[in-house]
């Protein structure tokens, strides 16, 4: 009986260590995540509505990702603030711009399709339209 009772406590122990040590390796890749976003500032090196073009839009526009999920949209020496999430796990960022267009057009929650050492390439689609966004590092 007293095998059983340390047995279980062992199982218990060994089963919340896993699952603590899954929480933090998940923390580490998030963790990660935020400070690849943060070191470096980004362009938009390509945007797409459906067969448009509208990269152009962006012309200029450099951001600043900070590590308290704002954004911050520099152009001219005008500073235009926003918000931002990421999700290691779901592979999706969300963005959240206010100031209207151009930047509303990447408001909502962009699927990051694939990614190199370059950037992320992302999607969503809008009214059955694909948008596609594309950040590269400056």
């Given at each position: 009986m007293m095998?059983?009772?340390?047995?279980?406590?062992?199982?218990?122990f060994a089963l919340l260590s896993l699952s603590s040590c899954k929480k933090a390796v998940e923390q580490k890749k998030q963790d990660a995540l935020v400070d690849a976003m943060t070191a470096s500032t980004w362009y938009i090196g390509q945007y797409l509505e459906g067969s448009n073009i509208l990269t152009g839009d962006f012309d200029g526009y450099d951001f600043n990702f900070k590590s308290d999920y704002t954004v911050v949209a520099s152009k001219a020496g005008v500073n235009l603030s926003g918000s931002w999430t990421a999700d290691v796990n779901?592979?999706?960022?969300?963005a959240n711009f206010t100031s209207g267009l151009p930047l509303s057009r990447l408001n909502g929650t962009w699927a990051i399709y694939y990614q190199d050492s370059f950037g992320p390439k992302m999607n969503q689609f809008v009214g059955g339209t694909e948008l596609k966004c594309v950040l590269k590092m400056r």
């Open positions: 095998r059983c009772f340390l047995f279980a406590g062992c199982l218990s779901t592979k999706v960022l969300t």
